[in-house]
Nanobody, 123 residues
Framework: VQLQASGGGLVQAGGSLRLSCAASGRTFNNNGMGWFRQAPGKEREFVASISWNGHYTRYAESVEGRFTISRGYAGNTMYLQMNNLKPEDTAVYYC?????????????????WGQGTQVTVSS
């Protein structure tokens, strides 16, 4: 099972990016999924989570109102639309699938992790 995040890049402050997460080897129709990020010298932190059916979402306070998490109908894709990006959003972004079906902001709730994608926001 592999999760692959993509869509990162360099953008100016105020700009937008859309991250994608694709699963191979299996689908995650029954699992919650989430996005985390890690900036240099900092611990990995929660960004957003979505339930198995997409009906419930949860966001970190720092991204609420600017980021939107969603998932594809097939259960093997997930997205993070990031608007009004700020320099403090600069980090490596990781997608992950949870053990359970609901939303979670806890790293230990997630047991499948993808390789990250770099997001750099210039001021």
């Amino acid at each position: 099972v592999q999760l692959q995040a993509s869509g990162g890049g360099l953008v100016q402050a105020g700009g937008s990016l859309r991250l994608s997460c694709a699963a191979s080897g299996r689908t995650f129709n029954n699992n919650g999924m989430g996005w985390f990020r890690q900036a240099p010298g900092k611990e990995r932190e929660f960004v957003a989570s979505i339930s198995w059916n997409g009906h419930y979402t949860r966001y970190a306070e720092s991204v609420e109102g600017r980021f939107t998490i969603s998932r594809g109908y097939a259960g093997n894709t997930m997205y993070l639309q990031m608007n009004n990006l700020k320099p403090e959003d600069t980090a490596v972004y990781y997608c992950a699938a949870a053990r359970g079906a609901g939303v979670s902001s806890i790293t230990l709730s997630f047991n499948n992790w993808g390789q990250g994608t770099q997001v750099t926001v210039s001021s």
